[in-house]
């Protein structure tokens, strides 16, 4: 069945480190690749997202690439803030009227200044 | 801009008890959604419902009720509550035609005594 795999429960760093959080996919088919960032308190929140159009998604600061050979779709960051400090989701859709996202497990990212 | 607002912030119940969420969005959006968030175990779905009068069951409806009374709320009942369950239940909507954004509520926190 459809999935999507983030093997970090956990990330912790100090501000100005590289972020890079892993993120793998599994599906019949290219669907669109999303990343949802959950602060304290709140709900999650698109980040960004990559179709098989565009192949990379970047917003504010963050950037991920759609790797169809790898079904891989990692989040990167060059420089995280504290202000980064939150949970980050990989998910994916299709586009028809019943779309459901598929969510990864979340990675819990700790940003120590 | 809209809003999704999840009544109870927090619940607690005792085991075997009925316990009702709701949710209500002012995006006049189609489709809801309610998802569970247990840590590491990322989003869940538990039922949707693409315009008013429908319901589709999710990957994990099985203990759970819904219903979908008009466009703008969605409900979600837990049919009888497991002792020391504990999770948080997020309420969600999106346009018909925007599969990928999901807008969500700021959840409702169970506790199960």
């Known amino acids: 069945g459809d999935s999507v795999t983030q093997k970090q429960g956990q990330v912790t760093l100090s501000e100005d480190d590289f972020l890079f959080i892993n993120c793998t996919y599994s599906?019949?088919?290219?669907?669109?690749l999303l990343w949802y960032v959950q602060y304290p308190g709140q709900g999650p929140q698109l980040l960004l997202k990559?179709?098989?159009?565009?192949n990379k998604g970047i917003s504010r600061g963050f950037e991920a690439t759609y790797d169809k050979g790898t079904t891989s779709f990692h989040l990167q960051k060059a420089s995280v803030q504290e202000s980064d400090s939150a949970v980050y989701f990989c998910?994916?859709?299709?586009?028809?009227?019943?779309?459901?996202?598929?969510f990864g497990g979340g990675t819990r990212l700790t940003v120590r200044p | 801009g809209g809003i999704i607002t999840q009544t109870p912030k927090f619940l607690i119940g005792q085991e075997g008890q009925k316990l009702t969420l709701k949710c209500q969005q002012n995006?006049?959006?189609?489709?809801m959604y309610w998802y569970r968030q247990d840590s590491g175990k990322g989003l869940r779905l538990i039922y949707y419902?693409?315009?008013?009068?429908?319901?589709q069951k999710g990957d994990l409806s099985e203990g759970y009720d819904a219903s979908r009374e008009k466009k703008s709320s969605f409900s979600l009942t837990v049919t009888s509550a497991q002792k020391n369950e504990m999770a948080v239940f997020l309420c969600?909507?999106?346009?018909?035609?925007?599969?990928?954004?999901?807008?969500f509520g700021s959840g409702t926190r169970l506790t199960v005594l």
């Open positions: 969600a909507s999106r346009n018909w035609g925007r599969a990928e954004t999901l807008y």
């Open positions: 599906t019949t088919t290219y669907p669109t």
């Open positions: 990559v179709t098989t159009a565009n």
């Open positions: 998910a994916f859709c299709f586009n028809n009227a019943g779309a459901k996202l598929t």
């Open positions: 995006f006049n959006h189609d489709t």
């Open positions: 419902s693409i315009t008013e009068n429908d319901l």
